[in-house]
T-cell receptor, first 113, second 113 residues
Framework: DSGVTQTPKHLITATGQRVTLRCSPRSGDLSVYWYQQSLDQGLQFLIQYYNGEERAKGNILERFSAQQFPDLHSELNLSSLELGDSALYFC????????????FGQGTRLTVV | SQKIEQNSEALNIQEGKTATLTCNYTNYSPAYLQWYRQDPGRGPVFLLLIRENEKEKRKERLKVTFDTTLKQSLFHITASQPADSATYLCAFGGFWGYNKLIFGAGTRLAVHP
């Protein structure tokens, strides 16, 4: 158990809908990351937050947004969902903002039908 | 753009042998490399981190090398066991102030009894 909690574990929704994925980092970790993993793409970095502020952005679509709250949990919002958004979404956390290992949650499997 | 390559073919070895996985990178000089293990449907688990000024790092049966001249990292598992069967991901980072880990696609390792 990495100490990172993601909910829900599975999500099935229709195209055009909006969903919210939630992540609770390990106790004491200030940084949260979101990754997308689809079958043919591997792990793709989406966004990083550190102590409530956006720190780095990757290939995150404009339909996607995220935030980190004062209690350090984070949410990833996915809107206007398309079939191609079906993937595993992982959250990870680390103590500091850089040069450190990341601890991953078990992921949320999103299926868009 | 930065690119990280791992052997896409699965590696099959006999129990007790040493498994060696390769990670090559281009268009960047990372400050550190990390190796993760991922089991099907689960989040990656951190194994080892090696910095650019370190040639080798060990942890129990695991060993990582980092050759900045060849732009390559090798990951070794000695005395391999069937329980070591998984996908192994390398990732590099080293961006000041943020931990935008760029992952390779992973190499699937199968250890046969």
């Amino acid at each position: 158990d990495s100490g990172v909690t993601q909910t829900p574990k599975h999500l099935i929704t229709a195209t055009g809908q909006r969903v919210t994925l939630r992540c609770s980092p390990r106790s004491g970790d200030l940084s949260v990351y979101w990754y997308q993993q689809s079958l043919d793409q591997g792990l793709q970095f989406l966004i990083q937050y550190y102590n409530g502020e956006e720190r780095a952005k990757g290939n995150i679509l404009e339909r996607f947004s995220a935030q980190q709250f004062p209690d350090l949990h984070s949410e990833l919002n996915l809107s206007s969902l398309e079939l191609g958004d079906s993937a595993l979404y992982f959250c990870a956390s680390s103590v500091q903002a850089d040069r450190t290992e990341a601890f991953f949650g078990q992921g949320t499997r999103l299926t868009v039908v | 753009s930065q690119k990280i390559e791992q052997n896409s073919e699965a590696l099959n070895i006999q129990e007790g042998k040493t498994a060696t996985l390769t990670c090559n990178y281009t268009n960047y000089s990372p400050a550190y490399l990390q190796w993760y293990r991922q089991d099907p449907g689960r989040g990656p688990v951190f194994l080892l981190l090696i910095r650019e000024n370190e040639k080798e790092k060990r942890k129990e049966r695991l060993k990582v090398t980092f050759d900045t001249t060849l732009k390559q990292s090798l990951f070794h598992i000695t005395a391999s066991q069937p329980a070591d069967s998984a996908t192994y991901l390398c990732a590099f980072g080293g961006f000041w102030g943020y931990n935008k880990l760029i992952f390779g696609a992973g190499t699937r390792l199968a250890v046969h009894p």
